[in-house]
């Protein structure tokens, strides 16, 4: 957590009441908080309101101002008594108010509550982002990051690649063996996309039935080629017979791709028709393959 005063011996008050039981930054001024906030990220900041040059309610707008740091939780900790003032923090979206001088005790309290609450909170957004067979991102977690990668890549230039993968004859595997097995061996596959993914910035994710993408920032189309390669040859790996397959006797995967062009000028739709067209390829060219725009 961070601890935002401009009064030394409050910072330290705090920080010896709150380091034995949680890792604390400290911030002296306004302009101190957002930096070390967008730095680290903290779960809970303890924020006063009167401090110079920008006090709490000004750095308190501009977190909830920034999508990164929007649901970042803010307790004010403040000498501003008048229920007015707690009133205006909390209509700003503080999760509390504290006034001084502060009870240890309540302190504690109230930041183990929003702390709990902070962790209920994200447990709902990942459960809410997961699909619940394969525990891959689902097809809502990939639009929203598919948007947030390609506009990156369109700012920085940087390359962005994207793979779609289909398991070979999924529906005639689930005709012969059942859908129970047909679940099982989509786990296994998904495990084995996940696994494939190196980069913290790579999302595999569950796009639909049987297909999965592979979304892959700053990576060039070599680099992606050999990600996909490298799943398809994973899958293989788990020997899973398909007796139905008229790809072979074992379980595979088909994986088609591209990279955004160098300039950015290409529209997500238009590379996810890229990516799809070369799935179809490597699905009409005899299955078990990688096919990449060239």
């Given amino acids: 957590m961070?601890?935002?005063?401009?009064?030394?011996?409050?910072?330290?008050?705090?920080?010896?009441?709150?380091?034995?039981?949680?890792?604390?930054?400290?911030?002296?001024?306004?302009?101190?908080?957002?930096?070390r906030v967008a730095r680290h990220m903290p779960d809970l900041v303890l924020l006063d309101v009167m401090m110079p040059?920008?006090?709490?309610?000004e750095v308190l707008r501009r977190l909830r101002g920034d999508p990164d740091t929007a649901q970042t939780a803010v307790i004010f900790i403040s000498g501003m008594d008048r229920p007015e003032d707690e009133a205006n923090g909390l209509k700003l979206g503080a999760s509390d108010y504290i006034v001084k001088p502060f009870n240890a005790t309540v302190v504690m309290a109230r930041v183990a509550l929003h702390l709990q609450l902070v962790r209920q909170r994200r447990m709902l957004e990942r459960l809410a982002n997961v699909d619940s067979l394969t525990e891959?991102?689902?097809?809502?977690?990939?639009?929203?990051?598919?948007?947030?990668?390609?506009q990156r890549a369109r700012r920085s230039g940087r390359p962005l690649s994207l793979a779609l993968l289909d398991i070979d004859c999924f529906k005639q595997y689930n005709d012969h063996y059942g859908h129970p097995a047909g679940d099982r061996v989509l786990r296994a596959v998904a495990r084995a996309a996940g696994a494939g993914l190196r980069r913290p910035a790579d999302l595999a994710a569950r796009y639909g039935g049987e297909e999965l993408a592979l979304l892959l920032p700053d990576t060039d189309a070599a680099q992606a080629y050999q990600v996909a390669e490298n799943v398809r040859a994973a899958v293989a790996a788990l020997q899973i017979a398909h007796q139905a397959?008229?790809?072979?006797?074992?379980?595979?995967?088909?994986?088609?791709?591209?990279?955004l062009d160098a300039h950015g000028a290409e529209s997500k739709a238009a590379l996810?028709?890229?990516?799809?067209?070369?799935?179809?390829r490597a699905k009409q060219t005899g299955r078990d393959r990688v096919a990449w725009r060239d």
């Fill in 2 to 35: 961070l601890i935002a005063d401009d009064d030394a011996i409050n910072r330290q008050v705090l920080a010896e009441l709150l380091k034995p039981e949680y890792t604390v930054l400290l911030a002296k001024n306004g302009e101190q908080a957002l930096e």
């Fill in 53 to 57: 040059d920008m006090d709490g309610y």
């Fill in 136 to 150: 891959l991102a689902n097809r809502r977690r990939f639009d929203a990051l598919f948007e947030l990668e390609w």
């Fill in 245 to 259: 397959s008229s790809a072979g006797p074992l379980l595979s995967v088909s994986i088609g791709g591209a990279t």
């Fill in 272 to 280: 996810f028709e890229a990516a799809d067209a070369c799935l179809y």
